[in-house]
Nanobody, 127 residues
Framework: QLELVESGGGLVQAGGSLRLACSASGRAFATYAMAWFRQAPGKEREFVAHISMSGGAIKYAADVKERFTISRDNAKNLVYLQMSSLEPEDTAVYYC????????????????????WGQGTQVTVSS
């Protein structure tokens, strides 16, 4: 079982950058694929990015692909989301998620139905 805690959210001007971090407690962090999702007011939660267990498979949503970078440090049980060129449309609560998933699937399909979720961190981008 994993407990996930996000940090690093806040208020930033359009064009700025933020780095989110997700700390995982529990055993076998390195056996989980990790992902970031977000939920804007009045909208459904949506996939942002995922990274496979060893980092070899990474996938992004189309609207963040050139601006966001996901990474992980298995020695520290951490996963990051570096966000650059932020836009007001990126305003949302960002959630860290974990799932045991087949590596083959992670090369082709955005991670779905995570096993574990964090509590979320608010990101607000002002225009």
């Amino acid at each position: 079982q994993l407990e996930l805690v996000e940090s690093g959210g806040g208020l930033v001007q359009a064009g700025g950058s933020l780095r989110l971090a997700c700390s995982a407690s529990g055993r076998a962090f390195a056996t989980y694929a990790m992902a970031w999702f977000r939920q804007a007011p009045g909208k459904e939660r949506e996939f942002v990015a995922h990274i496979s267990m060893s980092g070899g498979a990474i996938k992004y949503a189309a609207d963040v692909k050139e601006r966001f970078t996901i990474s992980r440090d298995n020695a520290k049980n951490l996963v990051y989301l570096q966000m650059s060129s932020l836009e007001p449309e990126d305003t949302a609560v960002y959630y860290c998620a974990a799932k045991k998933e087949r590596i083959a699937s992670l090369f082709t399909t955005p991670l779905r139905a995570p096993d574990y979720w964090g509590q979320g961190t608010q990101v607000t981008v002002s225009s």
